[in-house]
Structures are given as structure tokens and as C-alpha cells.
């Protein structure tokens, strides 16, 4: 297959971003690297026309803002999210049973149970330790190595394995660590992955935020290469596809995009869509760059647009009845407007109009996804966005198979053609 630098900048990306703190410092790294400043929200902030910034906040969010050289008058808001659903470490995860040491865990968003079985286990998030000198210090961990898994149970002792048998997350999803170990050994174990990541001899470790992921990397698939599997594309797809188009723009206009962290479980939170941190950046930016008043921040918001980016479901060739005979996505087949009348979507026809002019301009194709009449539909940060802001706002995403999985599917093809709708939307000079 052909060597493409941008698919195997997303590979990198997401086998770097097992969890939402380690893809905001990845996308911070790019961001630094391209002469964006970090800015920090508990200072006073000095901007200027034409700055490239950038903010972030619990460390799993991050805003990015190239500053137009006039005037603040507009902006083209690109916006994702950079967590996705899995298995999470509790508290006090050690457990002992039959001789093993496992680990609780809580079930994160909407996650598809059933491909967490006999999967080869890492465990990467996030740990607060205290240092020598009293500083509480939270730290990034990834465990690159296979170092647990959720044995299946074989079908000889269960027969009904196969006939759509529910899983118990509280009783049968226990990932096994270590045998004949016990309570206290998760505590040195972490210990030792501090020492051996971050130098840190007998680390007083306070708390954790830790997940489990699977280490299979990511991949490109099919005798041309036309699929990529990997877990996370939702959404960190997205994430990469926006970054790549931020770096890209030519920088004249006011162009931003914004990464929230909880959208899978409902974007209430400080870092969430449903928090304030997108609308304290705008404000805090339009007192230096715009109209000050409240009257001038409005107008700032009706004169922006949003596009809001999250994976749609792609017609699948073992379900083609779970589509909507008219709005069957193709993998490969371009970027799919989400549209749900009762604005699980945040689409209308002004804001999907425009889309369709932007794909039009650059040659790329468009498609279209509703769902079912008879099935309910999920959502993203679109509506959530639009209610906080009062932005115009549409959904749009790449098509993909397998959403909420360990490994999910998208297209090759797709990743370039979204890029590229999404450069022209932060280079569009109007946007009525």
C-alpha cells in the first residue's frame, strides 16, 4: 500500500493516546512545535492579533486558537471530544479470587462489553503522587505491555455463550493482574511503573485515574489499505483530522478548536461541553481582540460558526437493515451531516448548506446519515455547544463500523477528505 504521512502521523497518535491526559499532551506537543503559546487560565493574559494560542484544563481538555490579524469579529470553531468508552480502575480496585489478583473496574460511557474479552491488557492514565519536598504532582502512566486480560469462560461451562447471554461488569469483568498476589502489590506496582517511566524512587501515590486499554496497535487494513482499526477513533479521530486542519489553515482568520474531555458520559463537567471552559476562553480573548461588551461578545457568537465532529455510523455490510434505507453512510465515501429532528444533531439546514458549499469548493464528496424512524439516536458536544453558546452549529464526522469497541473501523480515505473540508472551513473568509 501506499506510504501516506498523514495516516501514519494518526497511527502514531492514537497508539500515543491511550487515554484523554496523554492525547491533550500529545496534541499539546503538536501545538508547541507549531509555535502556539501556552497560556495559563489562573494569569492575566497578554494577546495579540495574529498569536497562535492555547489552553488546557484537568489536563484532559484543551482549546486552540490561531488569532485573526485584524479584529476579532468571527470565528471558525472546530469542536471534539478526547475521551471514549472503556474500563476504568476503581478506588480500591485490588481484589483477590481463586488465587489471582484482579481488579475492579467501572464501566466508562456507553462501552461495548463483549470485545474486552481475552484481549492483551495495558493500563495508562493518570497519578497524583507527593514528592519529597511536600509538591503534589500529577503524573501521566502507560504501560505499553500486556500486563492483564478478561479471560473468557469457555463454552463447555456455558452454553449459552452465544445466544446474546448478558455480561455482569460487576462480577465477570475483572481484568487478572497477578497470581497469588495480593492487595498491596497494585500499590507497589505502581510505584514501580513511576520509578521506571518517570524516575521517581518510593513514590507516595495519593490517588489515580487509571484505565485499561488495549495494546494491540493500530492499523491499516484491507488489500489497499482502505480500512484503519484501531480503539479510540471515537473520537480522537476527530481530535487529529481538527488539529491537522488548525495547523494547516493560512492563519488570517480567527480560527479555534476545542477538545472535551466527558462527552460519553453526558459533557457535565469542568472540562466538559456542558461546563463553561470553551465560553470563559471567548470571553477572556474578545476583551482583548473584539468588542469588550456584552453586546459585542454576542455578536461575536451569532457571527461564528461551529462544526461539531464526531463519528457517524457507517453502513454496515452484516446490518444493512440497521440503517435507513436513504442514509447508509460509505466507508470512504466522505464526511456524513448528522441530522436528528428532534436535535440530538445540532444540524439545520443553514449550517448543513454551508457544509455542502465548503465540500462543493474542494472537490470533496458528502454524505448524509439519519437514523432509523423506529430506533433512538445518540448524540454529541453539537447540541450541548450550540445550548451554551447560542453558536449556529452542525454535526458532522467520518464514517465508521463498531463504535464503542475495544477496535473500531474507518476509512483511509476519509481522514484526507475531512482534513481537507475542515482547512478550507478555517480559511473561508465569510461565513453567511
Known amino acids: 500500500m501506499p506510504h501516506d504521512p498523514t495516516l501514519e502521523r494518526l497511527l502514531n497518535f492514537l497508539q500515543r493516546s491511550p487515554t484523554p491526559w496523554h492525547a491533550v499532551a500529545n496534541m499539546a506537543?503538536?501545538?508547541?512545535?507549531?509555535?502556539?503559546?501556552?497560556?495559563d487560565e489562573t494569569l492575566s493574559w497578554q494577546l495579540s492579533p495574529g498569536e497562535r494560542i492555547y489552553i488546557t484544563r484537568n489536563d484532559s481538555s484543551l482549546v486552540a486558537m490561531q488569532l485573526p490579524a485584524d479584529r476579532l469579529e468571527a470565528l471558525r470553531m472546530i469542536g471534539a471530544h478526547t475521551d471514549s468508552p472503556?474500563?476504568?480502575?476503581?478506588?480500591?480496585?485490588?481484589?483477590?479470587?481463586?488465587?489471582?489478583?484482579?481488579?475492579?473496574?467501572?464501566?466508562?460511557?456507553?462501552a461495548l462489553l463483549a470485545p474486552w474479552f481475552d484481549r492483551d491488557l495495558g493500563i495508562a492514565g493518570r497519578v497524583?503522587?507527593?514528592?519529597?519536598?511536600?509538591?503534589?504532582?500529577?503524573?501521566?502512566?502507560?504501560?505499553?505491555?500486556?500486563?492483564?486480560?478478561?479471560?473468557?469462560?469457555?463454552?463447555?461451562?456455558?452454553?449459552?455463550?452465544?445466544?446474546?447471554?448478558?455480561?455482569?461488569?460487576?462480577?465477570?469483568?475483572?481484568?487478572v493482574l497477578l497470581q497469588g498476589g495480593d492487595k498491596a502489590d497494585l500499590q507497589r506496582l505502581i510505584q514501580r511503573w513511576l520509578h521506571e517511566q518517570h524516575n521517581i524512587e518510593n513514590a507516595d501515590v495519593l490517588d489515580f485515574e487509571l484505565a485499561f486499554y488495549d495494546v494491540q496497535p493500530p492499523s491499516r487494513v484491507g488489500m489497499e489499505g482502505e480500512l484503519i482499526a484501531s480503539a479510540r477513533l471515537d473520537n480522537l479521530l476527530s481530535c487529529f483530522i481538527g488539529l491537522e486542519a488548525l495547523l494547516a489553515c493560512d492563519g488570517r482568520q480567527g480560527a479555534l478548536m476545542v477538545a472535551n474531555d466527558h462527552e460519553e458520559v453526558?459533557?457535565?463537567?469542568?472540562?466538559?461541553?456542558?461546563?463553561?471552559?470553551?465560553s470563559d476562553v471567548l470571553r477572556r480573548v474578545n476583551a482583548q481582540l473584539g468588542d469588550p461588551s456584552e453586546e459585542g461578545y454576542i455578536r461575536l457568537i451569532q457571527a461564528s460558526r461551529m462544526i461539531s465532529c464526531d463519528n457517524a455510523h457507517a453502513l454496515h455490510p452484516n446490518f444493512p437493515d440497521k440503517h435507513d434505507a436513504a442514509h447508509g453512510p460509505a466507508i470512504n465515501g466522505g464526511p456524513v451531516i448528522k441530522v436528528n429532528a428532534n436535535q440530538r444533531y445540532a444540524t439545520n439546514s443553514a449550517t448543513a448548506a454551508m457544509f455542502r458549499d465548503l465540500c462543493r469548493e474542494v472537490a470533496v464528496p458528502v454524505q448524509t446519515f439519519v437514523t432509523r424512524a423506529d430506533m433512538g439516536c445518540g448524540s454529541t458536544i453539537g447540541p450541548i455547544t450550540a445550548t451554551q453558546l447560542g453558536v449556529p452549529t452542525l454535526d458532522i464526522g467520518v464514517p465508521q463500523w463498531g463504535m464503542h469497541s475495544i477496535r473500531e473501523t474507518a476509512g483511509s480515505q476519509d481522514v484526507g477528505y475531512l482534513t481537507k473540508v475542515l482547512t478550507a472551513f478555517f480559511n473561508r473568509p465569510r461565513l453567511s
Do not use: C
Open 266 to 278: 453526558g459533557s457535565a463537567s469542568t472540562s466538559g461541553a456542558q461546563g463553561p471552559l470553551l
Open 29 to 39: 506537543q503538536r501545538l508547541e512545535q507549531a509555535g502556539y503559546r501556552r497560556l
Open 86 to 110: 472503556g474500563l476504568r480502575l476503581k478506588p480500591n480496585a485490588a481484589q483477590q479470587n481463586s488465587g489471582w489478583l484482579q481488579l475492579g473496574v467501572e464501566v466508562y460511557g456507553g
Open 128 to 175: 497524583q503522587v507527593r514528592r519529597e519536598d511536600g509538591r503534589i504532582q500529577g503524573l501521566l502512566l502507560n504501560v505499553e505491555r500486556p500486563v492483564a486480560i478478561v479471560p473468557s469462560l469457555a463454552i463447555h461451562l456455558d452454553r449459552e455463550a452465544n445466544n446474546g447471554r448478558a455480561i455482569n461488569a460487576q462480577t465477570q469483568m475483572a481484568p
